[in-house]
């Protein structure tokens, strides 16, 4: 398993390889989507190159660390955990069955690409919201470009794995929503992603037959305390399922990520009232952990100006 960061040094953006809170970085100044490019036998091999003849290796303590995609193509987030769903139709008051279609059918919105924040970095209250929300996610990577893929192809064109915060501001998502075209402007004002990409090969050990996906832990904290506990293995489709669906009639690339929709209990707007009372304020620490991905860590800041 190789854990892929992207981190800035000394002004500029370098990819490397984590191991043991060092990052080992490879020779060629490229970006992480360039590597993945070339299929996971490029990215092992320079995953290898990397770790026997670095061009550097920093302490990860030393570095600022971006989003392993800084700038992904696309970003597209499906809604694949079906408690989250009926925990938010049931605090909305439309109750917890579910329409027929939420089982058959992978569905997702697109998200915006052009406000993604690093594992580490300040996010800032959404203009014009007072209910900021966190949503506890993993996301996957593709590596490989293609169009209607099946569900075993699209499986195969994953390269990596990392944890993803949808953040929303349920004000703004809730006048949307009358509308029926998706959420835009609740949740166009960040996306935070990291640490790392995880390759696959070690994640899926952790998967029983017939799970959709590992049997894997997913918590979030708010300011230390505990909100959100979930499994991976809860989802009710694969990410090879979701990643098949997104590329019907459309032609996934490299570095497009696909987020799984959030865990069951992994937002406030499902959990508020029994933890922390309200939703997010400046002044917040937001820590999202999954099992083998790492944690994400993001402090809540007043929007400058």
Same mark, same amino acid.
């Given at each position: 398993?190789?854990?892929?960061?992207?981190?800035? =040094?000394?002004?500029?953006?370098?990819?490397?390889?984590?191991?043991?809170?060092?990052?080992?970085? *490879?020779?060629? #100044?490229?970006?992480?989507?360039?590597?993945i490019?070339?299929?996971?036998?490029?990215?092992?091999?320079?995953?290898?190159?990397?770790?026997?003849?670095?061009?550097?290796?920093?302490?990860?303590?030393?570095v600022?660390?971006?989003?392993?995609?800084?700038e992904?193509?696309?970003?597209?987030?499906?809604?694949?955990?079906?408690? =989250?769903?009926?925990?938010?139709?049931?605090?909305?008051?439309?109750?917890? &069955? !579910?329409?027929?279609?939420?089982?058959?059918?992978?569905?997702?919105?697109?998200?915006?690409?052009?406000?993604?924040?690093?594992?580490?970095? #300040?996010?800032?209250?959404?203009?014009?919201?007072?209910?900021?929300?966190?949503?506890?996610?993993?996301a996957?990577?593709?590596?490989?470009?293609?169009a209607?893929?099946?569900?075993?192809?699209?499986?195969?064109? *994953?390269?990596?794995? &990392?944890?993803?915060?949808?953040?929303?501001?349920?004000? !703004?998502?809730?006048?949307?929503?009358?509308?029926?075209?998706?959420?835009?402007?609740?949740?166009?004002?960040?996306?935070? *992603?990291?640490?790392?990409?995880?390759?696959?090969?070690? !994640?899926?050990?952790?998967?029983?037959?017939?799970? &959709?996906?590992? #049997?894997?832990?997913?918590t979030?904290?708010?300011?230390?305390?505990?909100?959100?506990?979930?499994?991976?293995?809860?989802?009710?489709?694969?990410?090879?399922?979701?990643?098949?669906?997104a590329?019907?009639?459309?032609?996934?690339?490299?570095?497009?990520?696909l987020?799984?929709? &959030?865990v069951?209990t992994?937002?406030?707007?499902?959990?508020? #009232?029994?933890?922390?009372?309200?939703?997010l304020?400046p002044?917040?620490?937001?820590?999202?952990? *999954?099992?083998?991905?790492g944690? !994400?860590?993001?402090?809540i800041?007043?929007r400058?100006?």
């Open positions: 398993m190789a854990r892929w960061a992207t981190y800035r =040094h000394q002004g500029r953006d370098r990819v490397g390889v984590v191991s043991a809170e060092a990052l080992h970085a *490879i020779s060629e #100044d490229v970006g992480l989507i360039d590597l490019a070339r299929g996971a036998d490029g990215l092992r091999a320079a995953a290898e190159g990397a770790m026997t003849s670095p061009a550097q290796v920093v302490a990860v303590a030393d600022e660390l971006r989003a392993p995609i800084p992904p193509p696309s970003v597209r987030d499906s809604l694949c955990f079906l408690d =989250h769903m009926r925990n938010c139709q049931q605090v909305t008051g439309a109750g917890r &069955t !579910l329409s027929d279609t939420w089982y058959r059918v992978p569905a997702f919105y697109f998200a915006c690409p052009a406000t993604v924040f690093g594992p580490y970095q #300040d996010v800032p209250t959404a203009p014009g919201s007072a209910w900021q929300d966190f949503e506890l996610e993993i996957a990577v593709v590596g490989a470009a293609g209607d893929l099946s569900v075993e192809q699209a499986q195969k064109a *994953i390269v990596g794995y &990392t944890i993803f915060n949808d953040w929303s501001a349920r004000d !703004l998502q809730r006048d949307e929503t009358v509308v029926r075209l998706g959420p835009a402007k609740g949740k166009d004002f960040a996306s935070s *992603i990291g640490p790392w990409l995880v390759t696959p090969d070690e !994640l899926m050990t952790a998967r029983a037959p017939g799970a &959709t996906g590992p #049997d894997l832990a997913m979030a904290e708010v300011n230390g305390h505990e909100t959100s506990r979930g499994r991976w293995s809860d989802a009710r489709f694969s990410f090879g399922a979701m990643v098949a669906r590329s019907a009639d459309a032609r996934l690339r490299p570095g497009d990520l987020g799984s929709g &959030t069951g992994g937002c406030l707007l499902e959990v508020r #009232d029994s933890t922390i009372g309200r939703y304020e002044g917040d620490e937001v820590v999202l952990r *999954i099992e083998r991905l944690a !994400l860590r993001t402090p800041v007043t400058p100006g």
